[in-house]
């Protein structure tokens, strides 16, 4: 069974490492805006929030505490940003009102015809998800497509952060309905580990945005579902939900409890009138330590016990002109770390995630920019100085970070002061 993602465990003085040549921006003129996006009722922030600007592909999406931050162009700022989350009413606000408002509230949208609306199929809900993933050529992007990405990579020991990367990428988006993979090209990049952190083993994350861009269920389905697994799988409805005033399916599914192998459960998102997939929640049924950790750890010394504990996947969609495309995935995997010998072990927590920030129809041909394509196999070198310079990202937008990884950014920082 192909996996998502590879993690290897290798004593310091074995780094794996490839680099790019980072490519010059353009100093298109912007206004900078944040906001923070809460439910209405409870005043929750919520987490993973589309924020798109009208008339245009630039977005970003909430941070775990429900707050954005997005660069607009000047020539966009009189018009609105569209705010959508599902299980939410879709919000239009004005750009020139974003920064007057505290919060921005969403209403839980009603869904009282949830019997009626799953009744109203006939299919079952494995049907369902069959006809689904059959839909690419219909209902997704078919043409060759620039997507501009921001990437974030954190790895902690227990709580404390040990090593964050950031990247700016362009994503060579290959139409749905080809089985050409798709290619990634590094435009920029910052990184820092704190080695006295990670004890005497260096824990890294092979593939980096490539593992993100997997979670493509609709373009990548054989990393979950396959001609060969899908029999193992239950599936079954779940109440519905909406998004955009749409009505949305969802689908619960878990592998069947006679079959061993290390398989998926969570819920699947479809749009009731088109089947298209809008959304996926998914976890890796951990429970057998020994297949389980086969299908994560790649090289570990030999002294080192290692297996995941929570491997946790999502991801979002979005449309533009009736065409869904890939929008947004977050990774996060947590493993424990036994050294034979000693009497505590280790937990270390690998996340990673990706948004979708910008896209254009492809006009680049790829072979001119063979040079700083990566490979699935890089892992992201060390480049420090990038968290010296408050404006290193320019106009490209990127996730806000949360509190965490502003300490841990402010820590990088005064590091560098003092070398």
């Known amino acids: ?39 209405e009722a409870t005043k929750k922030p919520l987490v993973f929030t589309d924020v798109v600007i009208e008339h245009s592909n630039i977005s970003t999406v ?29 919000k239009d606000v004005k750009i020139s009102d974003v920064e007057k408002l505290a919060k921005i509230t969403l209403i839980p949208a009603l869904t009282e015809l949830d019997a009626i609306s799953i009744t109203a199929t006939s299919k079952n809900a494995k049907d369902l ?32 952060n040990a090593s964050l990367s950031e990247a700016v990428v362009k994503i060579h988006k290959q139409p749905y309905n080809n089985y050409r993979s798709d290619r990634i090209e590094l435009v920029k990049a910052r990184k820092n580990t704190d080695y006295s952190k990670l004890d005497t083993i260096a824990l890294k994350l092979q593939g980096g ?16 579902f396959n001609e060969e697994n899908i029999e193992d799988y239950v599936f079954g409805f779940d109440s519905s939900t909406m998004i955009n005033d749409k009505l949305i ?17 969570g819920k699947l ?21 020994a297949l389980s950790s086969q299908m994560y750890v790649r090289k570990k010394p030999r002294k080192v016990d290692v297996y995941p504990t929570e491997a946790t996947y999502r991801v979002n969609y979005r449309t533009k002109d ?8 977050n990774i996060s995997l947590t493993f424990k770390v036994n050294w034979k010998g000693k009497l505590f072990n280790n937990t270390y927590t690998l996340n990673s995630e990706m948004a979708i920030t910008d896209w254009e129809v492809q006009k680049t041909k790829l072979a001119d920019v063979k040079s700083q394509l990566l490979r699935p196999s890089t892992i992201l070198t060390e480049m420090a100085s990038g968290f010296s310079d408050p404006r290193f990202w320019g106009a490209y937008n990127v996730i806000e970070p949360d509190k965490s990884i502003q300490s841990a950014i402010k820590k990088i920082q005064k590091q560098l002061k003092k070398t």
Request: net charge positive; proline share 3%; hydrophobic share 35%.
């Open 269 to 289: 998102y479809i749009d009731a009138e088109t089947k298209a997939l809008t959304n996926a929640v998914y976890s890796l049924n951990v429970s057998n330590r």
């Open 209 to 224: 945005p490539f593992s993100n861009v997997y979670t493509d269920i609709i373009k990548y389905p054989e990393y979950i």
């Open 129 to 160: 998800v069959l006809e689904t993933l059959g839909k690419k050529s219909n209902l997704y992007n078919n043409q060759n497509t620039l997507m501009t990405a921001f990437y974030r990579e954190t790895i902690k020991k227990r709580r404390k």
């Open 322 to 329: 009736g065409r869904w495309h890939y929008a947004y995935s």
């Open 1 to 39: 069974m192909k996996t998502l993602i590879s993690i290897i465990w290798c004593l310091l003085i074995g780094f794996f490492i490839n680099t790019a040549k980072a490519q010059e921006q353009t100093s298109e003129p912007f206004k900078e805006i944040t906001g923070k996006i809460v439910d």
């Open 62 to 90: 909430t941070n775990s505490e429900g707050e954005f931050l997005l660069k607009i162009p000047i020539d966009l700022l009189k018009g609105d940003i569209h705010i959508t989350h599902l299980g939410y009413e879709q």
């Open 249 to 265: 399916y969802v689908i619960d599914f878990k592998q069947r409890k006679d079959i061993d192998t290390p398989l998926y459960y």
